[in-house]
C-alpha cells in the first residue's frame, strides 16, 4: 500500500505553521523476513533540485483496533495477524514552515489566554484559512497533484489542554477540505484523552515505528513550546523478544521547551518573537536560586504518563517568572532573565531523565524550535553529558527537526486511513489503543 498525505503543525511556541509531505508505503513481512529486514535504514536517492530525499523504515504489529478483543470465530486469525508486521517506508517530499505575522500571533497568544465565544468563533475558521494556505503551498512544491494526496492531518493549535479531563485544538478542518478540496483528519487528541489518557505525547508511535536505532537505546526530545521525551527500545530487542514494535516505548512532556523563554523575551524585548540564535542568553547568567523554587513545583515530581501545556507554562507563568528573576536579583538584566529561563527548561530536562528514565540510554536527539538555539542546545548537552549521553540534533540522523512533528502526525494520518490504532497507551495511560482523529471528507 502507498499513499501520500500532508501533515500539520501549529505548535504551542506560536511561530508558525509546519506543512509537511509524506509518501508512505507499507507490505507484510513474514516473521522469517524481519529478521534479514530491520530497520530504520536511510538511504539517499536525489531528490528535488539534486538536494536529498529523507527515507526511512519501520515496522508495526496488527493489533485489535480500539482495544478491543477479536470475536470468537476471528481470534486464531487475529492471532496470526499479530505475528506478522509491516515495513512502513516514508519520503518526505516537502516541507515548508509558515510564520505567524505578529498580528496573528498576537491574536492566537490573547485567544490562548482567554478570549471571548465571538473571537473562538473566527479565530477558528481564520487558522482553517491559514492551515489551508500551508498545505497547499507545501503540496505545490511537493510536485504531487492535489488529487493524488489522501488526506490532509492537521493537528491544529492548542487552545487549552486539561490533563487527564479534556483537551482542545481548533483550525477548521472543514475550511481546509474546502479550499484544498482534500479529506481533513483532525482532533486527533480526544479519542485518547476519552479513553482515560493524557492525550499526549501523540508522537511516539512515529518516533518507535519510523526514528528507532536497531542496536541502541534513544531519547528523541521535542523542544517546542514545550519539552518532550520518547524513550525507544532498540529495534533489534524488541524484534528479538518477540514483544512487539511498541514494546517498551514510553513519552511524556518534560516541561516547557521554549514556551517560557519566548515568552520572557517577548515581554522583554517586545520587537523579537523570541530569542534569536540565542544571543540574549549567551550574554547572560542564570539568577541563582529561581530555577530551583521552580523545580519545586507538583508536576515536575509527579512519574509519568504525564502532560502539560500553556495551562501551566503560559503567560501567567512567565510574568511570575520575571517577577521571581527581578526580586532575587534587584536589576537583573534582560540578558540574564532570558539565560535563566533556559536553565529552567534544561534543569527541567536533564532532571526528568534522573527521576523517570532509568533505561541505558546512548543518545538523545534533539528537534523542535529550540534545537535552533544554540544557547539552549548547549546548555542541554552539557547537563546529560555526566549520564554519558550523546546529545544530537535530530537532523543529523534524519531530516530537519522542524519538520518532525509534521511528519509524525501525516503518519497518525494514515493510521487512520488505515483504520489502526495510533497513540501508544504506554506513553498516554491509555485504556488501550485506539484509532485517533475524525475524518472530514472533501
Not at 100 to 113: D, I, V
Not at 222 to 249: C, F, K, M, Q, S
Not at 333 to 347: F, Q, S, Y
Amino acid at each position: 500500500m502507498s499513499a501520500v498525505l500532508v501533515g500539520l503543525m501549529s505548535g504551542t511556541s506560536l511561530d508558525g505553521i509546519s506543512a509537511a509531505v509524506v509518501r508512505f508505503e507499507e507490505r507484510r513481512l513474514s516473521a522469517e523476513e524481519r529478521l534479514s529486514a530491520l530497520g530504520p535504514r536511510l538511504s539517499a536517492p536525489a531528490g528535488k533540485s539534486g538536494e536529498d530525499v529523507p527515507h526511512a523504515e519501520g515496522f508495526l504489529t496488527t493489533a485489535p483496533a480500539e482495544g478491543r478483543e477479536p470475536s470468537a470465530e476471528n481470534r486464531g486469525s487475529e492471532r496470526r495477524e499479530r505475528k506478522a508486521e509491516n515495513r512502513f517506508h516514508f519520503e518526505l517530499l516537502a516541507f515548508i514552515q509558515r510564520p505567524y505575522s505578529p498580528s496573528q500571533r498576537a491574536r492566537l497568544a490573547a485567544a490562548l489566554g482567554g478570549g471571548s465565544p465571538a473571537e473562538y468563533c473566527r479565530l477558528n475558521f481564520e487558522l482553517g484559512e491559514w492551515l489551508a494556505e500551508a498545505a497547499r503551498t507545501a503540496i505545490a512544491d511537493s510536485g504531487v497533484a492535489a488529487r493524488d494526496i489522501a488526506a490532509i492531518a492537521t493537528h491544529g493549535q492548542t487552545v487549552w489542554h486539561e490533563a487527564g479531563h479534556s483537551t482542545w485544538q481548533f483550525g477548521e478542518a472543514a475550511v481546509i477540505a474546502e479550499r484544498v478540496g482534500v479529506d481533513v483528519v483532525s482532533d486527533f487528541r480526544v479519542r485518547d484523552v476519552a479513553a482515560g489518557g493524557q492525550g499526549a505525547p501523540l508522537v511516539p508511535i512515529a518516533d518507535a515505528l519510523l526514528f528507532a536505532d536497531d542496536d541502541r537505546w534513544s531519547a528523541l526530545q521535542n523542544l517546542g513550546g514545550i519539552g518532550n521525551v520518547t524513550v525507544v527500545p532498540p529495534r533489534g530487542r524488541r524484534d528479538a523478544e518477540g514483544d512487539g514494535a511498541l514494546a517498551g516505548v514510553r513519552a511524556f512532556d518534560t516541561g516547557p521547551g521554549v514556551a517560557v523563554i519566548d515568552a520572557v523575551v517577548r515581554t522583554l524585548k517586545p520587537e523579537l518573537p523570541y530569542d534569536v540564535d540565542g544571543q540574549l542568553a549567551q550574554c547572560g547568567a542564570e539568577v541563582p536560586g529561581v530555577v530551583d523554587e521552580l523545580l519545586a513545583a507538583p508536576y515536575f515530581a509527579s512519574p509519568p504518563p504525564k502532560s502539560t501545556g500553556r495551562e501551566l507554562f503560559g503567560a501567567a507563568y512567565a510574568a511570575d517568572f520575571v517577577a521571581r528573576c527581578q526580586a532575587a536579583r534587584p536589576g537583573a538584566r534582560t540578558e540574564d532573565v532570558v539565560a535563566t529561563a533556559v536553565a529552567l527548561t534544561v534543569r527541567s530536562v536533564a532532571d526528568a531523565y534522573a527521576r523517570f528514565v532509568p533505561e541505558p540510554l546512548t543518545d538523545v536527539l534533539v528537534s523542535g524550535g529550540g534545537a535552533r538555539n544554540p544557547a539552549l542546545f548547549a546548555a542541554l548537552a552539557a547537563a546529560l553529558a555526566p549520564r554519558g549521553l550523546r546529545v544530537r540534533h535530530f537532523r543529523d540522523a534524519f531530516f530537519d527537526g522542524e519538520a518532525k512533528e509534521a511528519v509524525a502526525f501525516a503518519f497518525l494520518g494514515y493510521l487512520h486511513l488505515t483504520a489502526r490504532p495510533g497513540n501508544v497507551p504506554s506513553a498516554t495511560g491509555a485504556r488501550g489503543p485506539r484509532i485517533l482523529g475524525k475524518r472530514t471528507p472533501a
